[in-house]
């Protein structure tokens, strides 16, 4: 049970891209008790922007409990939010991409993800960070979004 249990997060590094940050779990809070299997909660993890030092993101996430859940078999609802602020002085590369997925996790154990783009809003100066729920075969419109405006960090 317990290989079946790792089975996504092993999938989801077998199918990542080179370049994408890696997260790391903060924590979770159940949201639904479950009798038999792990119970339904929500998850919270942080990821740095590799391209761009000084910025951290959170993402919280729905995670499917109960047996499927447990077996890493569920799909999880695309049900989230994000948050990303400036934690040091950013420093952006000389050729910043206008748009650039940063983070991708996998949500089912093939065909459903959540992802997470960069983009540049240059005339204000501001990173625009949009984290989307996308299916491999039908899309999904939810989404969330945070911005960090590139500004001054301590005495700099």
Known sequence: MKILSTLPLLVSLALSAPGL???????????TWKLIGANHKVCVEAFKDAKVPG???????????????????AQDPSQFSLA?????????????????????????????????????????????????????IEGAPVNSISTVP???????
Not at 150 to 156: A, D, F, I, R, T
């Open 55 to 73: 910025v951290t993101c959170h993402v919280s996430q729905a995670r499917t409990g109960g047996v499927s859940g447990s077996l890493g078999l």
């Open 84 to 136: 990303c602020r400036q934690t040091g002085p950013i420093s952006l590369p000389a050729r910043l991409p206008e748009s650039e997925t940063i983070f991708s996790e996998d949500t089912s154990l093939v065909f459903k993800e959540t992802r997470v783009v960069r983009m540049w809003d240059k005339a204000n100066n501001t990173l625009v960070y949009v984290a989307i729920s996308r299916k491999l």
């Open 21 to 31: 940050a890696q997260s790391e779990e903060i924590g979770c809070v159940t949201t």
């Open 150 to 156: 590139v500004m001054p960090w301590g005495g700099h």
